[in-house]
């Protein structure tokens, strides 16, 4: 792996699918070096081996010493952390009454728990470069929609906590913000939404359409970015304009 001191880089979890592999890309594009993490070993090597300048980690974000072993790899073969991209996620979608607790901390161990022990870990490394930290939540945090519980808490949680970093890593020159990505043009997305849920959406999101992983991966490569330097503590919902038009998909409803 070329690199050279001065060379900025970027932790980014959930890095082997989705919106984590399109801002893997787009840091890659603009010189950075990128570690990406992601606890599904097979993926996670397949699509970093078609990359250069990339250092693949497996690791589960719930688990304390998992992450904490893995900021000190990343520390030590690129030298410095300059921003950390909380991405990995998991989402199970069902009614109140059909959400166990075991349902329910397995979604918190890695959407929130997963943003806290990564962020901890990293904020050494990150006070000696000033970095940037970018949670992903989703718009499921902004507001309340059938069968999201779980998800949609862990996600509102991930803004709160977004919130409680930029005011306390403020004086390191630490910036911490969130995103909130809409629907998605996700292979998953594509694979469990209805024709009737996908139609709704076109209703209900003033731009018309799903957005793109890259979509979602230019807004977090810019807050990682200078062009971002006085901007902290915010929450940028990359939806379409869905969160500006109501509530509720009667399609999503059971």
Not at 246 to 252: F, S
Request: hydrophobic share 45%.
């Amino acid at each position: 792996m070329s690199q050279t001191p001065e060379q900025k880089t970027a932790i980014v979890t959930g890095a082997a699918r989705g919106i984590g592999l399109a801002t893997t890309k787009q840091f890659l594009a603009e010189g950075r070096r990128v570690a990406m993490i992601d606890r599904d070993a097979e993926a996670l090597m397949a699509e970093a081996g078609a990359l250069e300048n990339v250092l693949p980690v497996v690791c589960d974000v719930s688990q304390p010493e998992q992450v904490d072993a893995m900021i000190a790899e990343v520390a030590g073969a690129f030298g410095r952390i300059d921003a950390l991209v909380n991405n990995a996620g998991v989402a199970d979608f069902g009614p109140i009454e059909e959400t166990s607790f075991e349902r329910w901390r397995t979604v918190m161990a890695t959407n929130l728990d997963g943003v806290f022990l990564c962020s901890q870990a990293a904020i050494p490394e990150l006070r000696k470069t000033s970095g940037a930290i970018v949670n992903i939540a989703s718009i499921s945090g902004l507001r309340a929609s059938t069968l999201r519980v779980a998800y949609g808490t862990s996600k509102a949680g991930v803004i709160q906590l977004t919130q409680q970093q930029a005011a306390e890593l403020g004086e390191y020159g630490i910036r911490a913000n969130c995103v909130a990505p809409g629907p998605v043009r996700t292979k998953l997305a594509m694979a469990v939404h209805s024709q009737e849920i996908i139609d709704a959406y076109h209703d209900a999101i003033p731009l018309n359409r799903y957005g793109s992983e890259d979509e979602i991966a230019s807004v977090i490569v810019f807050l990682c970015s200078d062009k971002a330097s006085y901007v902290t503590g915010q929450t940028i919902a990359s939806d379409g304009g869905f969160q500006s038009t109501g509530v509720g998909l009667p399609a999503l409803r059971t």
